[in-house]
């Protein structure tokens, strides 16, 4: 028993020494070397798929195509028997609705739209291209590195602030504090005078890695509430 706290302890002084020692762009660095070693997402061009299951609600099915070069967005999903799919190529948006291509009026009854197109385009290049979309401009990491324990387990912890511009949540980022993986996510909403809503936001649960085009991705996201814990839903990909 003495041995286990010991070899414990040490492991917690370790990792809190750590955290002292790294700057938040040497964390990033290290997680970005894991998740991305060839430094393949800038040319990211590739395809994959991901089903959402939640509570009382059917599976959703979306096949996922991002080419950045080409600023190249696709998202065709499928949830009982109904596909929709947004199309965004640079400026350009196209809507599908079983197939057939949707003008606005249409688009209107399917609850479609190209404001839509471009949050889940914005939705899924960010959340797959995690930690490498730490890099983008208006992103703020200059927040100093913590040590944290989340659910039992202890983490290397990055805060994330954005410019107005860009985004008013406040984002945490919790990585393996030996391998620098990225294993938790969680963001808070602010009011109007910028102060973090402590009840309010989510976090989302990694685990388990797939690897597309040579980045390892989270092959299962589980999302929960912030204020009580309440699951949401789960993100798998599969291919």
Sequence with gaps: MKYTLTLVLSFVLNAAALSQDLTASELLERAIAYHDPDGQWVTFNDAFTVVMTRPNSP?????????????????????????TQYIIDQSDCQMLYQGELIDGTVAQSTDMSCERGAMYKNYYTYLYG??????????????????????GKQYLVLKATYNAD???????FYFHPETYALQVYQFYKTNESGEMLPDSGEYILLSEEATVSGIKMPKVRAWYYNKDNQYLATDTLVD
Aim: hydrophobic share 30%; net charge negative; proline share 7%.
């Design 59 to 83: 599976k959703r099915e979306s096949r996922v195509a991002i080419n950045l070069p080409e600023d190249y967005f696709s998202l065709e999903a499928e949830r009982d028997t109904i596909t």
């Design 130 to 151: 995690l930690p490498m979309k730490l890099r983008d401009p208006g992103t703020n990491i200059n927040h100093p590195v913590e040590q944290k324990e989340f659910q």
């Design 166 to 172: 860009v985004g008013s949540d406040v984002w945490y």
